[in-house]
């Protein structure tokens, strides 16, 4: 019986604390170098996520994809990694994750400068719908969990977005504990962002991907790849960025790097 089956099975009849299978953690570890390096009771909690939201959570396969436990493992893992010391189920607003080969097609909607709805058709590695559904490609999935320090890695990218959404919108502002967290996050992201986006037009090496300088939002799920693949380097260059990023996740993925190596970028 496949991980999908089995753990809806088991969830259906005790929604609480599953049996996580040695054969499944062998997976994680073999397809997942960040799961090696979290602490074991990390790696506990991880389980138990992932049994929940496997138990939840609907997958489809397209394009001739057939989903298998490393697919289901991969992506689940990943996912609950952000959620990891957050109490509440992760992603309530989350039903389905579809799953494509490799990169699809998406179209976009944009008003152009004539007052024309226009339509372009493009091909991208993730998508995070506002109803619940994310879209991504397996391939980059794999890539994404496969690379530890790339700062590349889809899967957190788009799930950082269903988190950011919870509050019904998608601006870089995920829900967070008070009045005073979101004053405090505002500012810190907003120096952050503007700050960002002069060296991206001044041409300048960032540790962030350029790609976050499109909007709050972008820049939110970028810092989130950023975070948990390059700790080190984005606290050593921008430390009141991670210090936010770290309250919001309530982790410290620089600890879990110690004795890692990574290439000196600028920030």
Not at 98 to 112: G, N, Q, R
Not at 193 to 203: A, P, R, S
């Amino acid at each position: 019986m496949s991980i999908l089956n089995t753990l809806r099975s088991e969830f259906s009849r005790q929604p609480t604390k599953h049996a996580f299978k040695q054969e499944w953690i062998h997976t994680l570890k073999n397809s997942m170098p960040l799961y090696a390096r979290l602490p074991p009771a990390l790696k506990e909690t991880l389980h138990q996520k992932i049994t929940h939201f496997v138990g939840t959570t609907s997958f489809e396969g397209r394009d001739g994809l057939e989903l298998s436990d490393e697919i289901i493992l991969s992506v689940s893992a990943q996912a609950c990694l952000l959620v990891l010391n957050h109490e509440d189920a992760p992603y309530p607003d989350l039903h389905t994750v579809v799953l494509f080969p490799t990169a699809f097609s998406s179209t976009i909607e944009a008003i152009e400068d004539d007052g024309i709805l226009h339509e372009t058709t493009v091909q991208c590695e993730g998508e995070s719908w506002e109803d619940g559904t994310v879209l991504l490609a397996w391939d980059s999935v794999n890539g994404g969990a496969s690379n530890l320090s790339d700062g590349e890695n889809v899967t957190l990218h788009e799930f950082a977005h269903q988190l950011d959404a919870l509050d019904g919108d998608t601006d870089g502002v995920p829900i967070l504990s008070c009045v005073d967290a979101f004053h405090t996050w505002a500012t810190v992201l907003g120096e952050h962002c503007c700050d960002f986006l002069e060296k991206v037009m001044q041409g300048e090496v960032t540790v962030l991907d350029p790609y976050a300088a499109t909007s709050p939002g972008e820049f939110f799920a970028v810092a989130t790849e950023t975070f948990f693949e390059k700790p080190h380097q984005l606290k050593a260059k921008r430390p009141s960025l991670y210090a936010e990023l770290q309250g919001f996740y309530k982790l410290d993925p620089a600890a879990w790097f110690e004795g890692y190596i990574d290439s000196p970028e600028n920030v």
